[in-house]
């Protein structure tokens, strides 16, 4: 029984013992009566209320799992999804809380993935570039010069969950939490994975949109890398099972 079911059945014990008290009070009268009458109706709908309250507040999070729990069973719905998801092109809408940047986005797996941001209002372009071992980040000019450049094993960042492997391994990661939520209309199912060996690297939850026709279907990722930050990327306009050239995962490549 939830907080609010609770005081509500306080209320109603507190009610009924006053109007026990009323009623046995040798000068009750007919308003007394009346009265006894008005509290036992109080006392019935406000009971109602909160359990419909109470039942209501359910439905808004759905699927919240523990990860002790948890299932694997359940989880094979969208690793089926996830394993269809392997030769990918698509545009993408990314938010780190203080910006939205749009860009196209190339994945194939195991491990390779280029990411090209739209040039910013002084020409500038941003890329990101994975060939399986390295994740790197490139800072292009108006002239298509490159200004900078960084680099990080991929093993290290949670993308390596989403680009190394083929739907939820268990044996390599571990599921912290599944819920499913409202957004405009439309269900999503959220799952959060981190790695096993190492939970400092940060984790990534995956996103999917749910369809009750054709089954859910992956539409984005959340990073939350080791400082904290969270990184969503939402995917438009998907291309599935496309035929990606391996020139398009080398940098003296034009996409």
Not at 173 to 198: G, W
Request: some cysteine; overall charge neutral; charged content about 25%.
């Amino acid at each position: 029984m939830s907080y609010n079911a609770v005081k509500c059945s306080r209320k109603m014990i507190i009610c009924v013992f006053n109007a026990k008290k009323m009623f046995y009070n040798k000068n009750y009268d007919i308003w007394n009566f009346e009265l006894i009458m008005s509290i036992a109706l109080y006392v019935f709908f406000s009971i109602s209320l909160c359990f419909i309250s109470d039942l209501h507040g359910t439905s808004e999070v759905q699927n919240s799992t523990p990860n002790s729990l948890l299932n694997p069973f359940a989880l094979e719905v969208y690793n089926e999804c996830l394993k269809k998801f392997n030769s990918v092109e698509a545009r993408f809408i990314q938010d780190n809380g203080k910006q939205r940047i749009k860009g196209k986005l190339y994945l194939q797996k195991p491990g390779k993935l280029r990411i090209i941001y739209d040039a910013n209002l002084s020409g500038q372009r941003r890329e990101i570039l994975c060939d399986g071992s390295y994740l790197t980040e490139y800072l292009f000019d108006s002239q298509g010069e490159l200004e900078e450049s960084s680099s990080v094993d991929l093993a290290e960042t949670p993308l390596q969950i989403v680009l190394n492997t083929q739907g939820i391994d268990l044996r390599h990661v571990k599921v912290q939490r599944i819920f499913s939520a409202k957004k405009n209309q439309e269900v999503f199912t959220y799952i959060t994975l981190v790695k096993k060996e190492d939970t400092e690297d940060g984790k990534v939850m995956l996103v999917f949109k749910e369809n009750k026709t054709t089954g859910p279907q992956f539409c984005g990722w959340i990073i939350h890398d080791e400082n904290h930050r969270e990184i969503s990327l939402e995917l438009t306009h998907v291309n599935n099972n496309v035929i990606i050239l391996p020139k398009t995962f080398s940098t003296s490549s034009e996409p």
